[in-house]
Every structure is written in C-alpha cells, then in structure tokens.
C-alpha cells in the first residue's frame, strides 16, 4: 500500500482508483446491513458468489456486498449498477435468473421488483420506489455504492477530500467557523450546538485532548448509527480526524455495540486501511498533523450511552454518569477535555467541509439544518432507515416514507426518542420534524426513532413498557431515580391490570416531578418524559382504565 | 403384645411452668389415663422455646414436639411469651412442610394449670396421630440420610430465620385472630418463599456441593427443584462467590490480559473478551485477571454483576437471546417470550439442567424489521410467531 503525503497524491490515487472502474461494468450490490442479516441474505450472498464463479463471469461482474440500504421491511435488497435496478426480498433460488437475465441480458424480472401494495405499481429502480423517492440520502446513500470493507469504495466517492481540504487547506479556526455557521446540532438527543461543543474543548486548558464517536445507540427502537458506522466506517472517521483537527486532539475513541460484531469488524477495518493509505497516524497526509483512534467496545448497558458515562467506561470503570457541573468537554476521560458527538453528527462534518455551509444550511428548518436519519419501527408498513431534510412533516415521514401502518388499521401516535422520548398523538402528525418543534410538544427528537403505534396499542401498557425498561436499567447510584421509577411503575402496573386507584394520576405527576428534578444524569432526569407526554395527550386513557376498577368496585359493594 | 414391633412414638414436650407443667402435674395427681410417651422438659415460659430445640429433637430421633403454654393473655410475663411461642410455631410448621415432614408432628396447645382433663385429652389424641403417622422420615418416605441432611440445613439457618422474624413476620397486633390471619395469609407464603424458602434452597444445594461436585441437573433431581430455580440459585451463589468453579485454559486468559497489559482502562475489555471466549467468568479467572491487572477484585465484582452481560455462572451450548425492545414489543414479543420459556422450561437469566440453552431478554438489536426475533448464538431468527419456535429451536442441540 502506498502511504499518501500530500493532497495531489490523495487525487492521483482517486484518479487511479477510478481509471480501474468501468463505470458500464455490472456490479450486484448486495445489502449486508443488520435488517437483512436475519433475513438470510449471507446466503444470498454466497449464492451470487457460486453463481459467478459457475458461468466463469469472475472478471466481468462485481459483487458488493454493501451496508445497510435502508429499506429493511423488503430486504434482503439487490441492486444490480449500473441501471440501479432494485430487487426486493430476493432468495437465493432467484439467483441464477438473476445473473442470467438482468445481469447479462439487461432484462428486468418483474416479479422481484417493488410492487406498491395499494396500488400494485410496480417500480424498477431505487429512486421510484416511493420509500426511497421521499428521501434526501446524503449521508446513507453512499451506503449502497460502497463496500465498507473497502477504503477505495469510499475513495471512488470522493472520500477524503474534506480531510484533505481541512488539513492541508484550512486553519483549525476555519473549520470551527465553517460548523458554527453550518448550525450543526448534536444528533444523539440533546441537539447541542456541535461548534459550540467543539469550541469549549478547543479552549479548555490542557494539551491533551480527546474526541470521542458515540456508537453505543442504546435507544431503543434506533438502528441508523448502526448503519452509517457499520455500513460508511470511513466517513464517520473523516468527520473524526477533522474534528480531532479543530480541537486540537491526538486521540480520538470509538465507543460502540459489543452484541453486533459487523459493526466492530467494519470499524478495525477502515482503521488499519485509513492507518495504511496515510490518512490516519502519524503525519496525516504530510501535513504535520498526528491522529490515533482506539475502539472500545460497551457492555451492553443503556445508560453507558450517556456522555459522563461512557467516559468513565473508556477508563475502565464501571459505565456510571456523573452530575456534570463541569461539561465533558472540559473535563472528560480522565479529566481532559474531550469532545463527544454521535455518529450522525460526525458523518455530517465531511459534507459540510466539502461542499460548504451555505450548502448545509439551504436545507432544514430555522434552527435544525440540514437532514436527519430516522428509523422506522413498530406497526408500520415499512420499517427502516430513512433520511428526510429537517423540516418534512410527521405525517409525511410516516404515510409518504413508511407507507402507513399495516391491516387497515388507524395510527394512534408516533413515539419519539425511545425509553426517554415522547408520543404525539394523530392530531400533531403535521408537525414538522425539528428539534425545537418536537420538543416543544414534549417528544423530543431523541437519536431519530420513530415508534408507530397502531389504535390496539395501550398507551398505558407502552408507557408502563418503558418504564419497566428504566427501572431495569437505573444504576441505582442516586435514590430519586432507582426509587422513583420503581414507584412510578407499581402505580402504572396496578393501572394497567385494573388495580388503579384515584388519586394515582396525581402521584404519578407529583412522583416525576421529583424524579426529574433530583436524579444525577439525563436517566433519571427524562425518565418520566414518555409518561409525561402520554399524561398530556392520552390521560382519558389513564382515567378510563381507573373508572372501570372504580365502577367494578362499587358493584361488589353492592 | 408382639414384641419390638409395635412402634411406640417418643414425644417431647416443652411445658410452660406456670400453666400446662402444673396442668400435666394434676392429671397426674388426679389420675387421668394417658399414654406414657411423652418426655417433659420443663421451661418458665413457652416463649423460651427455640425452634433450635424442636429441630435438635427431630434430629435425634423424636417423632413428634409438644408445646404447652398459658393461654393469650395469661401469660405470667408482661412479654407475653406466649404469643412468640405462636408465631414461632407457625413458621415451624411452614418449615416442616418445606422439607417434606408433616407438620403435624408439632403441637402447640394452652392448658391452664386447672386443665388436668385438658391435658390428658390433648395426650389422647397426639399420641396415636402420631402413632399413625409412623416413625419420622420414614412417615414421610424420606431416608435417613436425606431427613437428617434436610434438618441440618434448616438448623444452619435458625439465626437468620430469627431475625427475618423480626424484621418481616412479626405481626404487630397481639389478638389470635390476627396471628392467625397473617400466617395462612398469601402475603405470608410469598414471604416465606422469598426470604426463607429460596434461602433454604441455597442452602441445601451448598451442603450438597460440600459432599462433591455436582451438574445442574443432578441438583434438581436430588432437592426436587424445578431447573429454573436450581438455574437461578446458581446465579445468586456466584454472585457472592460462594462457588468453586472448574478450573480454564489459563494459557488463554494470560493472552487476552496481555493483549491489553499497560493500556489504561483495558479492564472492561479485557472481561468482555473472556466472557466471549469462554462464555461465563469463573471465579479462578477473575482471580487470575484481578493480579495481573493489579485491579481489586471488588471492583470487577462492580463491573461484572452490573449486567447480564456477563455471566459468572456456566453457560448453556446454545445462547437464547428474545428481542424485548419497542418495536417487537407491540408486535407481540411477549407471547414469544412465553412460549420460548414454556418449551425449555427456564426463565431470562437462567441456564437448563443439560446446559442446552441458556435464554436471556435482550435489548432491541436494531433489526427491527425483523420483530419479533429470537437470536440464537448470534444469528437472526425474525418474524417469529409462538407457533415457529419450535421449529427454530429444534435445529439446536
């Protein structure tokens, strides 16, 4: 491998990258991402592989086996370059007429093409399938034209060229300047100001400093960090050296998912083969400057997500918050300033960089620019990644990306942010997805979750859910979470089975006043959110299920 | 009478000085018929009596315990002896019953020293329920061996027993109504089961595993424990390192530990790299982990009993994890979740007699198209419904 020193070089080997490529050569990408992974698509994988091998097409076909597309309802998904025709929910029996037919003669196979299940129009290609037509893919649609394993892949995309530009091109300040006017916000939750964040480690005393990806995305129901880290490691990472660049740091850290072992594989990979081309270890790029990442992996405990926390765990301790009076970003691991931001948000710092901030901030909502990976859960049609600027509507994101929910059934709310989050009922749907807005009716955006409950669910029994979550996951280090949480459970379990009794609306309030007001860390902070915003928008549900104990009550008095 | 082989019941009997000892002395004085079987030990008050003393009786050979007081409210005491010696008895009985004695063996009654009739009636009537009952153990079906080894696991945990009396089971009225309420109450069963039933369990599989190592299964066949509730002893046990584990491939942990030797913070690393190379953490190699890291052993305690991650207890062959996040939640995981528990009889957190399956809950993995999905050693089942299960979990031996 040749080690790159300067920016003309970076170029050369880009040119001699693409020179290699036939842009008419077919190629079969193939989703390898989480969703698919269960739905066999190794073995479709490897049956393309046969296949190819069988008619001897070896040098005149490519296989791409890709990350995450998106569309996991329908993987898993094949796309056959370079007409990108699109085949959904593909087995390996389709194989070999796939091969033979599209690959070969150009000829598409009706019956594996998206078909829309109201309509029954049928669609050929990505962009006319209506999940992906409603999207603005620019962090995860490179997903599909790369192979994670493969830094070239992400060169042929123009990979890199922000780093170049940053480090070879821009003084630290520069790029602080350029993020703050791009308005960037914190993507993991707490929708802070990412310039700002940068800027306070910047200028923290001390020479050493840290960057920090957050990977862990515990909240539930989130699946779209998984899919950019393991599906585009490399652009994650050039938002990491730039980053590391801005502030000043030598030593970045990935935090990510013990129980999925892909995203660690992809991660080591583009590490050792950014650290090979130079662009990542001593000397980057020749330009002086000197950057390392170590990954660590979480145990598999929510709260650990939480910055103070994961710190801790990065130190080897256990993953516990602390108040934090003072901001990690003056003093983190082991008491050095360290910026952390989530994975969405340093894949942003590339294409900010590279095609500037008045690019960035043409999209996007007053205060959120830019565009926002949400995932798609629940009783919905098509679950999912997708990608929507900031500013689309709830309902839009839900009936135009997610098709609606499933049997002809009513949508009775959207649950935002997982465990932590909020719902908004039918009647808010129009909402625009922004931080502000969202947060204003009490469903804060979270990571991008979206949790589609259908009419059957209880929202009593969902609230209940994630509190039952909460109480498991409380570290138990301050009393007004682990205590408040299991009593607010007890009365929300005894409502649930009918044993509610009058009065318990109120306790429940005045007990997640308390919760909220004294816990130590965001956990117990937002413990009771969902309960809040269900309070505020189903409480007719709350006080039904105690009227009906109440009224079976006076009856046995009879 | 045929000679040796008609059994004659020994019978102990507590009495109160005050009350049924001066009883018993009157229908002696007055001559009342009754059977000779009973030894007296004579006490101030029926409160005196430990349930140490009634299990040291059985132990040695008494087939049934007498206990006479003053009646409620006649204590000579202002403590009111007599009602400790009602609640004591109550969770005597109970204990009895747990490990398979017929509580009737033990009686407690209040003869006032007036009742000389009282008395002998009382004597009449024990003696040959008793008589029928058979020799103790033998009663029952149980051997030697087997009752003497119950007994003495009950006598070990007399001092806690006493003190979750009073902290939990001490009823605060002193009427008999209320006594009597409380102890057939259900709050009372799930107590006992809580704080001394699963207490006793730990117990005797400790006692067993002082005589030779055992399997699981074998734990569950001798105590007559359902393989859950070995499976969750096991885990309880370890987590106060209270089990001697079987030794591993050292060789192999020295590499991971030196893998990670001089860099800061690698501890939790370090653990989660054993627990998936060898799926649990025995106590020997937390040990090995605790020098060579120069970490104290409290604080990987900390770390690994935190969550169920890691294991310090044995893992089955096949690791059944079943999604519980949101999505496959409303899309019926609890039902999986049922049924997956039915079919292999353990609940999350536990591991099956053969160490087939261990099943745990896992948190949402992000395949959330794929809800609800069980994941068997890594792989992805999805869109599971409880009718597939069983097709699912056959393929795994």
Known sequence: MPRINSASELEELRKGVLSKRDPDKPCIAI???????????????????????????????????????????????????????????????????????????????????????????????????????????????????IDPRSIDDYLAVGGYSALSKSLLKMSPEQILEEIKKAELRGRGGGGFPAGRKWETARNAPGKEKYVIVNGHEGELGAFMDRAILSGNPHSVLEGLIIGAYAIGSHQGFIYTRHDTPQLKNNIDMALTQAEEYGL????????????????????????????????????????????????????????????????????????IIDKGSEWYTSTGTER??????????????????????????????????????????????????????????????????????????GAPIGAGSMLVLDEDTSMVDITRYFLDFLSNESCGKCVPCREGIRQMLRILTNIRDGKGREGDIELLEEISEVTGAASLCALGKTAADPLLSTLRYFRDEYEANIAKMKRSAEKREL | MAAGHTFEPRILGFLCNWCCYAGADLAGVSRYQYPPNIRVIRLMCSGRVDPAFILRAFLNGTDGVFIGGCWLGECHYI???????????????????????NPERLRLEWVSAGEGIRFANIMNEFVPGIEKLGPLGKGEGLDEHELKFKLEAVTKLIPYIKLVERERLRVPVRTEEEYHKFFTSDEFNRLFNELIGDKLAVCQIMALLRE?????????????????????HLNVLARNQN???????????????????GKAGSLVQVLLEIQHENHWLPQDVLDRVSTKLDVPLSRIMQIVTFHKTFSLVPKGRN????????????????????????????KPGETDPDSKFSLETGNCLGCCNLGPEIIVDGKHHGRVTPDKVKDVLKNYE
Not at chain 2, 243 to 261: E, F, G, P, R, Y
Not at chain 2, 329 to 343: E, I
Request: charged share 25%.
């Open chain 1, 31 to 145: 989703c390898a991402g989480m969703g698919c992974l269960g739905l066999s698509n190794g073995r479709v994988i490897s049956a393309f592989e046969k296949e190819i091998n069988k008619k001897d097409l070896k040098t005149k076909v490519d296989i791409r086996a890709t990350g995450c597309h998106g569309y996991c309802e329908k993987g898993p998904m094949v796309l056959i370059y370079p007409e990108e025709i699109c085949y959904v929910e593909v087995t390996p029996k389709d194989v070999p007429e796939i091969v033979s037919q599209t690959v070969l003669r150009k000829k598409v196979i009706d019956r594996l093409i998206y078909a829309d299940p109201d309509t029954g129009e049928k669609a050929a290609h990505q962009a006319e399938i209506p999940f992906y037509k409603n999207q603005m893919r620019h962090l995860i649609g490179n997903n599909a034209k």
């Open chain 2, 212 to 232: 030779r190592s055992l399997s699981a299964g074998e734990i569950s066949e001798i105590l007559g424990l359902s393989p859950s509730e070995v499976s969750r």
């Open chain 1, 368 to 441: 959120s620019k830019g565009t926002k990976l949400v995932s798609l859960s629940g009783n919905i049609v098509n679950t999912g990644v997708a990608e929507v600027p900031f500013g689309t509507t709830v309902r839009e994101i839900v009936f135009g990306i997610g098709g609606g929910i499933p049997n002809g059934k009513k949508i009775k709310a959207v649950h935002f942010g997982g465990p932590m989050g909020g719902s908004i009922p039918e009647s808010l749907l129009d909402t625009p997805l922004d931080f502000d807005e969202l947060a204003k009716l």
């Open chain 2, 243 to 261: 089990l001697k584990t079987v030794a591993v491939d050292n060789d192999k942990i020295d590499q991971i530990i030196n893998k990670h030797q």
């Open chain 2, 319 to 346: 690791e059944v994890h079943v999604c519980v996040g949101p999505s496959c939640y409303v899309r019926g995981s609890t039902r999986l979740l049922d049924t997956v528990q039915d079919l292999i009889g353990i």
């Open chain 2, 79 to 101: 403590t009111e002896g007599n009602y400790d010696a009602l609640s004591m008895v109550y969770i005597c009985k109970k204990l009895l019953e747990h490990i398979g004695l």
């Open chain 1, 280 to 351: 990542l270890g001593e000397n980057i790029l020749g330009s002086g400057f000197d950057f390392h990442v170590e990954v660590h992996l979480d145990i598999g405990i929510f709260v650990s997500g939480e910055s103070s926390a994961l710190m801790r765990s990065i130190e080897g301790n256990p993953p516990e918050p602390r108040p934090k009076y003072i901001r990690t970003s003056v003093s983190g691991i082991w008491g050095k300033p360290s910026a952390l931001n989530n994975v969405e948000t340093w894949a942003n710092v590339p294409l």
